[in-house]
């Protein structure tokens, strides 16, 4: 019988588009292809009697044409775990975000992403303000990305740009409000991956995730 699992954390981006990134809003890159690294924080979250709270995932990928095109897959997808995990935790974390115990990540894995190129455990530095004004990533000589909240000239103090019920929110339909951020810092070189999208779309989505999940 499969485990029960549940997750509660933090989705991250930082992509080649332009503010706000249009995967987003359901439609094709700006310019025809995408580039970019994922990253989840796991706030809490078990796998059956496992604990999984405050371990760090992150992905690289790239692809051509609207991603939630059925015919549409990633070129591949660079996958980093958190090192800290013990032997359990490492089975768990790769069950659930390898597509395999159900949820979200199935039907990722079902109509997103393509094969892995390349899969490995590091030291993911992971956070994010309280507030989400601000997230970071960094596995040290791989991956470096930073952004900090969309402001402008009307901007209330304190007061972020967040959305709701996003048509194309990478984190699911149980994902919260959309935080939109430009990524100072985007830098990967990892997996035949090399790129350096500074200046483009960011992004923080909290969201929940459970073996209950029914998707179609």
């Known amino acids: 019988m499969a485990e029960q699992w549940r997750i509660r954390g933090d989705f991250i981006d930082f992509c080649k588009c332009r503010v706000p990134c249009p995967c987003s809003w359901g439609r094709p890159p700006d310019e025809g292809d995408c580039q970019g690294v994922i ?10 009697d496992v604990k999984l709270d405050g371990l760090n995932i992150a992905a690289i990928s790239e692809f051509e044409g609207n991603i939630w095109d059925p015919d549409v897959r990633t070129k591949g997808d660079g996958l980093f775990f958190d090192e800290r995990a013990d032997e359990s935790q490492r089975e768990a974390i790769q069950m659930i975000f390898g597509g395999q115990a159900g949820s979200w990540p199935q039907w990722l894995g079902e109509n997103v992403f393509g094969p892995p190129v390349g899969m490995e455990f590091a030291p993911i530095e992971l956070e994010i303000a309280d507030d989400a004004s601000s997230w970071s990533l960094k596995i040290a000589g791989k ?15 304190g007061e972020h740009v967040r959305v709701t019920n996003i048509p194309g929110a990478e984190a699911g339909p149980t994902a919260g409000e959309t935080t939109y951020g430009i990524a100072s810092k985007n830098e990967v070189d990892a997996f035949g991956f090399k790129f350096d999208w500074a200046g483009r779309s960011a992004k923080h989505m909290p969201f929940v995730w459970s073996s209950e999940d029914e998707l179609s």
């Open 39 to 48: 990253a989840f924080h796991i706030r809490e979250g078990n796998y059956g």
């Open 143 to 157: 991956v470096e990305g930073a952004a900090e909240v969309i402001t402008g000239p009307t901007t209330t103090p």
